[in-house]
C-alpha cells in the first residue's frame, strides 16, 4: 500500500474521530439510574423503613461511584396504624431508565407499569440480564442458587400500595418477624408469576423466610437525578 494512500486513510478516520455523529455513537450508554441491590441490609424485611431502604441505595451507589445521584428505594407502604400510604411509583421519577450497562430498562412510567393494553403485553426491559446490580453484576435466578429472585416492593403490578388493610411490607420495613412482604421476580421466570413487582407474598419477614422462598431482602433503587 503507498504511504500516500495510507495518509489519505489517515485522514479520513481522523475526521470521523471528531465528527458529531461518531462523538454521538460513542456516548450511547447512558448514565446509570436503576440497580438491583447486591447485598440486602442482612435483617430480613426490617431494613429501616423506607428511610433505611434509600439510605441503603445511597449507600451502594456512593460504593459503585454513582453517590453524586439522589436514590430511591422501589418500595411501598401500607396505610396502617394512622400512617400514610406510600405508593413506590410515585417516588422514582419520570424517566427514561438505565441500568449498569447503559441498557435502558423503561422509557418512563407507563412502560415500566404496563399503564395500556399494549404495554401491559409487551411489558418493560426488565429481566435476569438487565436487572443489574450497581457494580453490573447479574443476580442469581431460577435454576441457580443460592435464588435470589424474590425483590421487596410491597406493591401491587401497577406500583400502587395496597388498601386492605393488610400487612404487605413486613410492617412498612421494620419487621424481621410477624408479618409477610410483597415481592417481584427480577428474573421474570416462575411457574407462579412473571411480575418484576408483584409475584407473590413472602413467606415471613426474617432472613430465613425470605431466603426459604427465594429471596435474600433486595430491592429495586431508581435515581431521581
Not at 409477610?180 to 411480575?195: E, F, L, P
Request: charged share 20%.
Amino acid at each position: 500500500m503507498s504511504h500516500l494512500r495510507l495518509a489519505l486513510i489517515g485522514s479520513m478516520v481522523s475526521i470521523l474521530s471528531t465528527s458529531p455523529a461518531f462523538a454521538q455513537e460513542g456516548a450511547e450508554k447512558e448514565k446509570m439510574n436503576f440497580f438491583l441491590t447486591s447485598v440486602g441490609v442482612g435483617d430480613g424485611a426490617n431494613i429501616g423503613g423506607i428511610a433505611g431502604a434509600d439510605a441503603h441505595c445511597q449507600s451502594l451507589a456512593a460504593a459503585a461511584g454513582a453517590g453524586g445521584q439522589t436514590w430511591r428505594a422501589y418500595l411501598s407502604t401500607d396505610g396502617r396504624d394512622g400512617k400514610p400510604v406510600i405508593n413506590a411509583r410515585e417516588r422514582i421519577g419520570t424517566g427514561p431508565w438505565f441500568n449498569h450497562g447503559g441498557r435502558r430498562i423503561a422509557k418512563n412510567q407507563s412502560e415500566l407499569h404496563g399503564d395500556t393494553l399494549e404495554e401491559a403485553r409487551n411489558g418493560n426491559l426488565i429481566s435476569k440480564m438487565t436487572a443489574l446490580s450497581e457494580t453490573g453484576d447479574e443476580l442469581n435466578g431460577v435454576g441457580q442458587r443460592p435464588l435470589v429472585h424474590d425483590i421487596l416492593t410491597g406493591t401491587q403490578q401497577t406500583g400502587m400500595a395496597y388498601t386492605d388493610g393488610e400487612d404487605h411490607t413486613c410492617s412498612n420495613w421494620t419487621s424481621n418477624d410477624e408479618g409477610t412482604a410483597m415481592v417481584g421476580h427480577h428474573d421474570r421466570n416462575s411457574s407462579s408469576s412473571i411480575s418484576w413487582n408483584s409475584a407473590h407474598p413472602s413467606r415471613g419477614c426474617s432472613q430465613e423466610n425470605l431466603q426459604v422462598s427465594g429471596g435474600a431482602g433486595l430491592f429495586y433503587c431508581f435515581a431521581l437525578d
